[in-house]
């Protein structure tokens, strides 16, 4: 079974910082793509990172480039958002995503051309960046 477990979010002030982790079960994960996503209330889920196992690169979205870090543990099945300078339009609930298929449809993401479809998630963690 598929299982992708995310701990970490918080609450933090503006300049802060917050480390995610997701725990990956049920599949490898070197042989997948792996993403965090956000979504704030009232707004689309927008792609926040990502890691292709296509060339092995990471992609970030522009409003996070320099600030954030993707990065995975394969011996342990985890990956990791590490979130410095952190700003309040960064409040989201934070889902981490895997291209193995989790049995429903795929999204995707047209801002990763090169981690271009998800199939399985987490339930999230919320983060708040607030003064």
């Known amino acids: 079974q598929v299982q992708l477990v995310e701990s970490g979010g918080g609450s933090v002030q503006p300049g802060g910082s917050l480390r995610l982790s997701c725990a990956a079960s049920g599949f490898l994960l070197p042989y997948y793509s792996i993403g965090w996503f956000r979504q704030a209330p009232g707004k689309e889920r927008e792609g926040v990172s990502c890691i292709s196992v296509t060339d092995g690169n990471t992609y970030y979205a522009d409003s996070v480039k320099g600030r954030f870090t993707i990065s995975s543990d394969n011996a342990k099945s985890m990956v990791y958002l590490e979130m410095n300078s952190l700003k309040p339009e960064d409040s989201a609930l934070y889902y981490c995503?895997?291209?193995?298929?989790?049995?429903?449809?795929?999204?995707?993401?047209?801002?990763?051309?090169?981690?271009?479809?998800?199939?399985?998630w987490g339930q999230g963690t919320q983060v708040t960046v607030s003064s």
């Open positions: 995503a895997s291209s193995r298929g989790g049995g429903g449809s795929y999204y995707r993401p047209l801002e990763f051309p090169n981690c271009p479809y998800f199939g399985s």
